[in-house]
Nanobody
Framework: QVRLVESGGGLVQAGGSLRLSCAASGRTFSNYAVSWFRQAPGREREFVAG????????YYGESVVGRFTISRDNAKKTVYLQMNSLKPEDTAVYYC????????????????????WGQGTLVTVSS
């Protein structure tokens, strides 16, 4: 079974950048669609970005289009989220999730029942 570990979170000023990583273990990672979600205190979990198993067809939530870029390196079993032009409203715990039986589009509409989740990494953007 695939396991996920996020890293790269931290404190950054508004307008700055961070790159999050989602490192996977397991031999079948290349079969999994992977998405990033985030959850701020008192708010519902929000889809951020997703990428298909092959690395094509990235998909983004409306609030991050043009600022965030998702990519993956299946040889390194890692998915990345490059976050630029960060805003205070991007402050949240960021989670990656993966599932071999769904599409990124489906993940963007519902995060329920996804097969595996990481533990999350905190991103704080100061104004």
């Amino acid at each position: 079974q695939v396991r996920l570990v996020e890293s790269g979170g931290g404190l950054v000023q508004a307008g700055g950048s961070l790159r999050l990583s989602c490192a996977a273990s397991g031999r079948t990672f290349s079969n999994y669609a992977v998405s990033w979600f985030r959850q701020a205190p008192g708010r519902e979990r929000e889809f951020v970005a997703g990428i298909s198993p092959s690395g094509g067809t990235p998909y983004y939530g409306e609030s991050v289009v043009g600022r965030f870029t998702i990519s993956r390196d299946n040889a390194k079993k890692t998915v990345y989220l490059q976050m630029n032009s960060l805003k205070p409203e991007d402050t949240a715990v960021y989670y990656c999730a993966a599932d071999p039986f769904t599409t990124v589009q489906a993940m963007s509409m519902s995060s329920r029942d996804l097969e595996v989740w990481g533990q999350g990494t905190l991103v704080t953007v100061s104004s």
